[in-house]
């Protein structure tokens, strides 16, 4: 089992910043490929972007590529997704999740793939 716990989320003027953290307990970190979803009310949940275990692969959505980054610190057991450039369209509850890989440098695009899921954290960015 892993645990994730996101936090790192708030209200933002667009054109802002935020960095969500992604806190994972339980088994090794090292071990998953890690992703960050995202949903808005009424709408399905999205893939974001996503970072293989060796962290030398990320994927992002067309939407975010130039303006988020993720990344991970196996150290810390911590994956994180710096959001720049925020626009409203971007307003959502964000989540962080995490599965086994089939290799070291996969990146796990499909959500139903996803093992483990935190909580969420809201972002709201404000027009």
């Known amino acids: 089992q892993v645990q994730l716990v996101e936090s790192g989320g708030g209200l933002v003027q667009a054109g802002g910043s935020l960095r969500l953290s992604c806190a994972a307990s339980g088994r090794t970190f090292a071990w998953y490929a890690m992703g960050w979803f995202r949903q808005a009310p009424g709408k399905e949940r999205e893939f974001v972007a996503g970072i293989s275990r060796s962290t030398t692969a990320t994927s992002y959505d067309d939407s975010v590529k130039g303006r988020f980054t993720i990344s991970r610190d196996n150290a810390k057991n911590t994956v994180y997704l710096q959001m720049n450039s925020l626009k409203p369209e971007d307003t959502a509850a964000y989540y962080c999740?995490?599965?086994?890989?089939?290799?070291?440098?996969?990146?796990?695009?499909?959500?139903?793939?996803?093992?483990?899921w935190g909580q969420g954290t809201q972002v709201t960015v404000s027009s």
């Open positions: 999740a995490a599965r086994l890989p089939r290799s070291l440098v996969e990146v796990v695009l499909n959500f139903s793939e996803y093992e483990y």
